[in-house]
Structure formats: C-alpha cells, structure tokens
C-alpha cells in the first residue's frame, strides 16, 4: 500500500473516531429520565363560586295569612282605581303611598323580615307607629311601619322570615286599620314591592337599572 493512501485511510479512520466519540458524548449528556411535571389542579374557583352563592328571595311581609292589600304603591304609570287606593288622606292634606299596607281581618299578625339583614333603625313615632328598618345590603332597605309592637333591636342580625313584631295603628293613615305598611327601597328610590316579591335579590338590579 503506498504511503498516500495509508495516509488516507488513517484520515478517515480518525473522523470516524471523532464523530463517534462525539454521539456518544451527546447519548451520554441526556438526562435518564425526562422530569415529571406535575399536573395543575383546576379547583373551579372562578366558575363554582357564583353557583355555589344561594340568592334570597323576597317574600311578603307576614306570614301565610289571608291579607288585604288596604293601600297600594302610587304610580303614574298605574290604573285609575290603583292610584285612587294609593292615596293616603292626613289631615286636610293628600299624600302619595310610597308603599303597600297590608291588612288582615283588622285583627293583630305577625310581621317578618322580607330578607335577610342588619335592622338599621328601630323609632316610636305618634304619627306613623312604631317603625323598624333594615338593611340588606346592596343598596336594599326595607321599612315596616305602623307596627304595635317591635321584637327586635338596633344593630340586630336577622334572618329571612324572622318575626320583627306585630301589626297596628297610627295616625298617619287612621282609615287603613290595623296594618302593616311596608316599604322596598333600592339605593334610596322607593320600589312597588309588587314588582320585587318573589324576585332574587341579584335580580333586582336588572328590574331598576
């Protein structure tokens, strides 16, 4: 064999070895096992919390007697015999209902809390009678007026349904008897409670807004 092609062959022999070496190399770098990455746990936080909320319903001021609506709310938008019944008559004036009375039988009954809340104000007035207001929060309050006993305290915690006290009298609207008058206001504007009893409480935004 003559001396340039034992030099050739040696030449090739040696980038074999190189290339060999460095695939080896290259096998040897990689990690044995591939790392395990844990799974990421979706707990629904952002999609479970809303359903998981229960929304109240509000319901009427008493509890499943056989009532008479004595005053209606005043609206413009209201029929003829409506708004005749929303007239409240105090002294030689006229004033507009800014509520619903409730009556039954013109005997005593229980008043209970529409919703659940804070009761903000507890007053005894000689004109509108003992009145107690709470406050549900979300821009919700409600007043129950004409009441001729009240069970229940400022800055209690009450539950839906829970009793506040009893019906009565006052000057205010002598002719309605003994009543209840009960007022829903939502961010300070009094509401026909017609419109929102038996309504959720996240619903009552969309009614008004």
Not at 73 to 91: H, N, T
Not at 195 to 206: A, Q, R, S, Y
Request: net charge negative.
């Amino acid at each position: 064999m003559s001396k340039e092609k034992a030099q050739r062959f040696l030449f090739i022999g040696v980038l074999i070895l190189v290339f060999s070496v460095f695939f080896i190399s290259l096998k040897l770098l990689e990690p044995k096992d591939k790392p395990i990455v844990p799974p990421i746990e979706n707990n629904g936080d952002d999609d479970d919390d809303d359903k998981d909320i229960v929304y109240e319903t509000v319901i009427m001021p008493l509890n499943g007697a056989e009532f008479e609506i004595i005053r209606k709310f005043w609206s413009y938008d209201a029929p003829a015999e409506d708004q005749l019944k929303s007239i409240i008559v105090f002294g030689s004036k006229y004033y507009m209902s800014k509520g619903i009375s409730y009556a039954v039988n013109d005997q005593e009954f229980e008043v209970v809390a529409c919703l659940s809340g804070t009761v903000s104000k507890v007053t005894d007035s000689p004109v509108y009678g003992k009145c107690v207001t709470i406050d549900h929060g979300d821009g919700i309050v409600t007043e129950y007026m004409s009441l001729g006993t009240v069970a229940v305290n400022e800055g209690d915690e009450i539950e839906q349904g829970a009793v506040i006290g009893t019906s009565g009298t006052n000057e205010y609207d002598s002719t309605a008897g003994n009543h209840v008058h009960f007022q829903f206001k939502y961010k300070d504007a009094a509401i026909n409670p017609e419109l929102v009893i038996g309504k959720k409480v996240n619903e009552i935004p969309n009614l008004f807004e």
